[in-house]
């Protein structure tokens, strides 16, 4: 019992001088930025290459040593193929990447952690077995034959460097909440449909998330207790023909000592297209959260970051985490319901405001807007996700991910923004 005393204690000491490390990064070069991320070639498909890159699907800052960062990729470089994708690279591990901003300002890698499986063997990217967080996906190789699953294989989107080295990881398929040790081995999956391997779990309305449309954001709060997850848009509760409401979507809060949840409503300015992505801690109630559309930036695209605050929001979770439709008003999936309903029921979603556009701010180019690090005095570091270079050219084939305004291929960039 001393033991866990001492080590809450010191997640809150860390977690209190969260802001004075944030603070301090000020004091770093970061004048060089904006910054493209150090790459080789991961593969050559159909004459196309393809980079070793995507980090930037989720980002987050070194616990205690300021300047240091972590990004991470998603399930790897693919595109769309008949009822699922084909997997350019099928071997390929989500990976963690760990640099710093070095004295001249500039990115220098410190080490990748590549993800493994419990016995400390590399996962892929590949789509888990039904009933183990399949979203009925089909995985091809690059030539439309069919691959097999994985059931540790992640969709990694978002990740949480924790004061004890350890990560947390947040994914598509599941939706599942994964824990690796700081090598990248896991050690505990959670998820909404008792894949876990203790017995702790996400509400069972988050298993409706959409293919592909999982938990994007994940971030803990500067006390070091709780972690806080966006799913990336709305769900298909109580069904794809029934959820009607497509700008509602959910924030989920997770007690790390004790497994407790809470589920909060996001109110998004776009549709069911849009995607709610990344989100990083201001405090334990406010944080700051993406919400973009699929567009280059330099193409009228969407990329926005808002300030939230959960305190006066509603917990929306229910009697019930085991009840697959959540809660309900007057018998309807409140994904069924206008935000008028809602609203006369006394439920109150998160309150937002504008943080900064980035389009209008920076003229920002990228499409894949996914990673943010709320770095003190209103700074706020910006990574994009790269698609490792390549997009589908609308045949279920590779082409090179060209940004409009440039010409240039598409690769991870981190900047940095100052925000209201």
């Known amino acids: 019992m001393k033991r866990i005393f001492l080590s809450v204690l010191l997640l809150a000491a860390l977690g209190s001088c969260k802001d004075d490390d944030a603070a301090n990064n000020q004091d770093l070069n970061y004048s060089k930025l904006p910054q493209e991320f150090p790459f080789s070639k991961l593969a050559t498909v159909n004459g196309i290459d393809v980079i070793n890159g995507g980090f930037g699907s989720g980002a987050a800052a070194h616990p205690t040593r300021k300047g240091e960062f972590y990004v991470i990729t998603d399930r790897g470089p693919n595109t769309d193929y008949l009822n699922g994708k084909k997997f350019l690279a099928p071997d390929f591990t989500p990976t963690i990447m760990h640099f710093k901003i070095n004295a001249e300002g500039n990115i220098e890698v410190i080490k990748y952690i590549k993800l493994k499986n419990p016995s400390g063997q590399a996962i892929t990217g590949l789509p888990n077995p039904a009933g183990m967080g399949s979203t009925g996906e089909v995985a091809y190789d690059a030539s439309g034959n069919v691959l097999g699953t994985d059931k540790y294989g992640l969709d990694s989107e978002s990740l949480v460097a924790a004061a004890d080295g350890t990560f947390w990881v947040s994914d598509e398929y599941g939706p599942h909440i994964v824990h690796y040790s700081a090598e990248g081995v896991e050690m505990e999956r959670i998820s909404p449909i008792g894949v876990n391997t203790g017995t702790r779990k996400l509400p069972a309305v988050l298993a409706k998330r959409r293919a592909n449309r999982g938990m994007e954001g994940l971030c803990i709060t500067p006390d ?72 280059f ?124």
């Open 224 to 295: 070091g207790k709780t972690l806080v997850g966006t799913m990336q848009s709305m769900m298909f509760v109580p069904s794809k023909a029934l959820a009607t409401n497509t700008t509602l979507t959910r924030i989920v809060t997770f007690d790390i000592a004790t497994g407790k949840t809470k589920q909060f409503l996001y109110r998004q300015d776009g549709g069911a297209s849009d995607s709610v992505c990344d989100i990083t801690a201001l405090s334990n109630t406010e944080f700051l959260v993406i919400e973009r559309d699929g567009n």
């Open 297 to 420: 930036g330099s193409q009228g695209g969407i990329k926005k970051v808002y300030r939230i605050n959960i305190s006066g929001a509603s917990d929306v979770n229910g009697t019930d985490i085991a009840a697959v439709d959540g809660m309900k008003i007057n018998n309807k999936a409140l994904e069924q319901c206008t935000w008028d309903e809602i609203t006369n029921s006394g439920i109150k979603p998160v309150s937002k405001t504008l943080a900064v556009d980035l389009v209008a701010k920076l003229g920002y180019e990228h499409d894949k807007f996914e990673g943010i690090v709320y770095l003190g005095n209103n700074k706020l570091a910006v990574f994009n996700d790269d698609d490792f270079g390549v997009v589908d050219d609308g045949g279920g084939n590779a082409k090179a991910k060209v940004l409009p305004k440039t010409g240039k291929v598409d690769k991870g960039t981190m900047y940095i923004v100052d925000i209201q």
